[in-house]
């Protein structure tokens, strides 16, 4: 099956193609030669999630999954969240969107002088197939914890700084081959993969 995912972020298409394997044909937004600025003005991943499949599908009207993917902190109630990829351009207008150095440097700072350090990673996936149109959502979530420094060099994002429960090390250091199978977006990526096998 040919299926669009709504991004150009290399990390995450290299992430959900090792994950639905070779039955599916994951294209991106430079294959269907889609460079359009797409919407994503949602206040919840679910909203953000929908929108830009929703974007794509009326535009393309082929099937397509689009998602969004927060960090929420307890201690921080629930941020950055739905603003996980530009926390420190919210926190200081005069900051970089979508600069991970930044956004990492501007949680840790939050959560100075904060005993509780757990946090989520939650993965909300919207799927659209033709020709029925309606959408169908699936949601991804690992517990965990930040840590107060950087830690490894794989991943991205807050991988450094995320410490998975059950492990003694952050994503960045257990590597990709093991954060495809315990990560948020790899159990979100799961249900949607079951979903279409049993189309």
Partial sequence: MKIV????????????????????????????????????????????ARQKAEYIYNKYHCNVFADDTGLEVEALGGEPGVYSARYAAVKNPEAESHDSEANMTTLLRELEGKGNRKARFRTVICLILTPHS??????????????????????????????????????????????NTISHRARAVAKLSNYIKTL
């Fill in 5 to 48: 995912f709504a991004t150009n972020n290399k990390h995450k298409l290299d992430e959900i193609r090792n994950i639905l394997g070779e039955k599916f044909e994951v294209l991106s937004l430079n294959d269907i030669d889609c460079h359009d600025d797409i919407p994503e003005t949602g206040c919840t991943l679910e909203e953000n």
């Fill in 134 to 179: 309606h959408f169908t959502l699936f949601e991804g979530i690992v517990e965990g914890e930040i840590i107060p420094e950087r830690r490894g060099g794989e991943g991205f994002g807050y991988d450094p700084i995320f410490q998975p429960e059950g492990y003694d090390k952050t994503f960045a250091e257990l590597g990709n081959d093991i954060k």
